[in-house]
């Protein structure tokens, strides 16, 4: 189901949001009948604790502990167990700032997300919340449909997420908007110079392919590439079996950019949209990609592959050099890309890469204002020796043993010939349910790049 506010038109009870400075006031403007229960029931406003208040005829209204700031710091989307109270419509009632007020209601949008296509759907009614004052419905609405795009993606078993049906939910997104999409697959992505594309998926039964789909008329140009691939065994430099137990989540840049590209298009922004996904299985078969095999990419940069299991730079690489070939304003490219990524920042941040300091300066204002937290890593150009053999242009896996998303980001560097790109190595899951983030898939910097992006494009 998508995310929902309740009607603005409907009865709704009172959530009171009250923090430690203000619990005495708090307790002190209720009756004495709430006094008493509250302080019974041991309520002290700590972060997260949500208790109901009784009236003549049920549930009369709520309270939840808003914390300290410190405490707030520690945890985000605080307040999005409230969404577990009883079905009906509920209001904010607090002093909290605009921010607090989007934060909230953001929140409880994404608490709603259940993935039920393999289990009994829960049939109870929920709780909604009616918009806070000053908040913008459409667009926290569009952050949380795009992030539920994003989730069902990434969750759905590879098996009934391939790339065929990658290309499904990328045309019927397409088809959903009215935007236009060119697909090229199978051996077609020889004759039209996708080497990469091509060698990687190959060996699957499942034809690899490069989703294209356009939107918009009018504006400033965004492009933005995502890597696809729907599993990933390491090829023949296999993965050991822990290791791919998560694979089916090695499509979450493809995943991230399409629940962005929905945002972007239910929000009708004046921008020309571009998204390029790159769609594989990495499996094995006779004719797999091989150690110290040499590619020649669509770019014409040779790239010697000392790791098949370091794949989704290659694809990456071919869409890059595309999106190169026509003028845009801005081009991102988000992919699950790295374990060193992960080990440098954990699952919670997105990190990026940029040389362009308008655009982080952008990332980071938009990063507070869509409560999605990022981190900027360097392109450092020192590093370009490593990824250099000697027998190719390019080294796909140089095995130094430091800096790996580093390394990699400056592989892709090389295929972006732009000056205002942005790459982003996400991890696309969450290990542990978390307030607004169950476990499983997630999205990461989608909604910081939307905020950004009045700022990044002038609009």
């Not at 110290?292 to 040779?302: A, F, P």
Request: glycine share 10%.
């Amino acid at each position: 189901m998508p995310p929902v506010f309740a009607d603005p038109a409907a009865s709704s009870r009172a959530l009171h949001v009250v923090d430690a400075e203000g619990f005495e006031a708090f307790l002190a403007s209720q009756s004495n009948e709430v006094r008493a229960w509250l302080t019974g029931a041991g309520f002290d406003a700590a972060l997260g604790d949500l208790r109901l208040i009784p009236g003549p005829s049920g549930v009369a209204a709520a309270v939840i502990g808003y914390g300290t700031a410190k405490t707030r710091a520690r945890q985000r989307f605080s307040l999005a167990k409230a969404a577990s109270l009883p079905a009906g419509a509920w209001h904010l009632h607090g002093n909290l700032t605009q921010a607090q007020r989007d934060e909230a209601a953001l929140a409880w949008l994404l608490a709603q997300y259940r993935f039920d296509r393999y289990r009994s759907p829960k049939t109870s009614e929920p709780a909604l919340l009616k918009a806070p004052e000053g908040c913008d419905a459409n667009r926290l609405l569009a952050m949380a449909a795009g992030e539920f795009l994003t989730r069902d993606l990434i969750n759905t078993p590879a098996a009934d997420m391939g790339p065929d049906q990658l290309e499904a939910a990328f045309l019927a997104l397409a088809s959903r908007f009215g935007a236009e999409t060119r697909i090229v697959r199978g051996d077609d992505l020889l004759t039209e110079n996708f080497p990469m594309i091509h060698a990687v998926g190959r060996a699957s039964p499942r034809a690899p392919r490069l989703l294209d789909l356009r939107w918009g008329n009018s504006g400033p140009r965004l492009t933005l590439v995502g890597k696809g691939v729907c599993f990933d065994t390491g090829g023949l430099n296999i993965k050991p079996s822990n290791g791919m137990l998560l694979m089916k989540k090695d499509m979450g840049g493809a995943a991230t950019v399409m629940g962005l590209a929905q945002m972007i298009m239910q929000l009708g922004l004046p921008i020309r949209l571009r998204v390029l996904v790159a769609a594989v299985e990495n499996v094995i078969s006779g004719n797999a990609l091989k150690p110290r095999d040499i590619l020649t990419s669509r770019k014409g940069l040779t790239v010697e592959v000392n790791d098949t299991d370091a794949e989704g730079r290659l694809v990456l690489g071919d869409a890059l050099a595309l999106a190169c070939e026509e003028e845009t304003d801005a081009l991102i490219s988000m992919a699950t890309l790295t374990g060193a990524a992960r080990i440098a920042v954990g699952p919670d941040l997105a990190p990026y890469y940029t040389d362009d300091p308008a655009m982080a300066a952008a990332l980071e204002q938009g990063a507070l204002a869509g409560f999605d937290p990022v981190w900027r890593l360097p392109f450092h150009t020192p590093y370009e020796h490593i990824i250099e053999p000697g027998i190719a242009d390019l080294d796909n896996a140089p095995g130094w043993g430091f800096a790996g998303s580093v390394t990699a980001a400056l592989f892709l560097r090389r295929f972006a010939d732009h000056p205002r790109y942005m790459h982003f190595d996400i991890y696309g899951h969450s290990p542990a349910d978390a307030p607004a983030r169950p476990k499983g898939g997630v999205g990461q910097g989608a909604r910081a790049i939307l905020a950004a992006l009045p700022e990044m494009l002038g609009l």
